[in-house]
């Protein structure tokens, strides 16, 4: 099996940035099976919403959401171990808990849904407070 756990959350001001970071581990086997890392987040009162995927391809192919397209980044080390999510400009509607989920094909947009991905984190919170 696979687990994900996530860390770097944690209250900020607006403007300001975090990184987070998703750690990686279980068998060998189920690690090289995973092609898509993926970010969601879900504030309150909201829908879990994906804001960037990561695929380990050769391209290494990216997708954003576009409510974080140019403040957020997205990006995997070279063992597709730890998946980041770089987060600048920080805006009071980023405060959510942030998860990161692993699948074992590819994703070619952020429109994605919880059931399309078998492996969680258990989430880690982002406030930004104004």
């Not at 994900?4 to 086997?29: A, F, K, N, P, T």
């Not at 957020?72 to 999510?85: C, E, G, P, V």
Request: charged content about 20%.
């Amino acid at each position: 099996q696979v687990r994900l756990v996530e860390s770097g959350g944690g209250s900020v001001e607006v403007g300001g940035s975090l990184r987070l970071s998703c750690d990686v581990s279980g068998s060998l086997s189920y690690l090289e099976s995973l092609e898509c890392m993926a970010w969601f987040r879900q504030g309150p009162g909201k829908e879990l919403e994906a804001v960037a995927v990561i695929n380990s391809d050769s391209r290494r192919s990216i997708h954003y959401a576009d409510s974080v397209k140019g403040r957020f980044t997205i990006s995997q080390d070279s063992a597709n171990r730890t998946a980041y999510l770089e987060m600048s400009s920080l805006k009071p509607e980023d405060t959510a808990l942030y998860y990161c989920a692993a699948r074992g094909w590819s994703c070619v947009s952020v429109v994605l849904l919880r059931t399309d991905f078998g492996y969680w984190g258990q989430g880690t919170q982002v406030t930004v407070s104004s």
